[in-house]
Every structure is written in structure tokens, then in C-alpha cells.
């Protein structure tokens, strides 16, 4: 009788034990995509740099237990309303020589692994499809605002080459490393 009160002790401790580990479900928090900007720089010969920026059109970000540190993420753009300052240039963008936007609609980005540091920064790694090709890249990420709601900044560079468009004539005037800036705000 006495083993099987050790046994069944010891039951209950690693059980408990496990269920603090688990401890709370992270919670989903949406994108407030009127808040949250994704902007891009590339270097033009002609101009020195081009920038402009392609709106989040919807986005979750689940915390953990702190409400800070992102878990996931999962985030969708359209760039079929980039805006570089110049239409002519955006309607070449949109174009079938670039993002090809009739047929790839939609740019997405899903998290697959996320190291938290201690002061509050974090590498998010996932995938990046742009022109219906995905690659894995690193948002370096750090947390800008706590509260009402948490505010993140990400920073990344992409070779744009590595999404597969068209090499057009106009390409040896233009940079393969593209920066990109996100300004992500939680609601």
C-alpha cells in the first residue's frame, strides 16, 4: 500500500510539474493594419535609392504569457498598391516584369521559430513568398512599445533575385539587396 502511495505521489508531482511548464495559451492578437506599415528601399543608378512601402492587409501576432513576446506570426500584403511616390514606376512594379501582381495577388510571411533575448528583442524566422516563391528569411525584431498595445520594429534584407522575376533590361540598374522596415502594432 505504501509503494502504491509513492507511486501514485510521484504521479501527481510530474503532472503538476508538466502543467506548469505548458503554463498560459498564448493569446492571438490582430494586426491594426491602420497602425502598421512594411517599407522597402533598393538602390537605383539613376536615383540613388528608391523607396516605398505595400500595405499589411491582415496579420495575427500570438503573445505568450507576458503579452510581449511574439510566438507566431502570420501576415499577408497586396502588392498591387505599392506606392514609390511615382505611378509609372508603381505601374511598372505591378507589372508582369516584376511582382506579376494578376497572378500572384498576395505576398505572405509565416513565422516558423522565434528566439526571445532578454532585452527584449527577437529573430523571427520564417518563410517570405513574394511572386509565388517562398524563402526563409530573419526579421530582426525589437519591441518599441509596450502599452495599450505592443509595438514592434522588424528589419530584414531580401536579394530580390531570389523570388524568381523577370530579369528585365532595366535590372543592372538596380540593387539586388532590398532593405525592409515593418512597423508592427498590435490591437
Known sequence: MKRFALVMLLFCTSTANAADTVGVADTKMPLDVKASQARFSVKHILIERVSGSIPIVSADIEVGAD????????????PSRIDTGDSDRDGALTGSDWFDTKRF?????????IIANPDKTYSISGTLTIHGVGIPVTLATVLVRKAPYPLYHATTIVDRHAFGMVVTRTDP???N???IDL???AK
Open 183 to 185: 512597423d508592427i502594432q
Open 173 to 175: 540598374l538596380i540593387g
Open 177 to 179: 539587396d532590398v532593405a
Open 105 to 113: 495577388p498576395l505576398w505572405t510571411f509565416k513565422s516558423d521559430r
Open 67 to 78: 503579452g510581449l513576446t511574439p510566438t507566431s506570426v502570420d501576415a499577408t500584403l497586396d
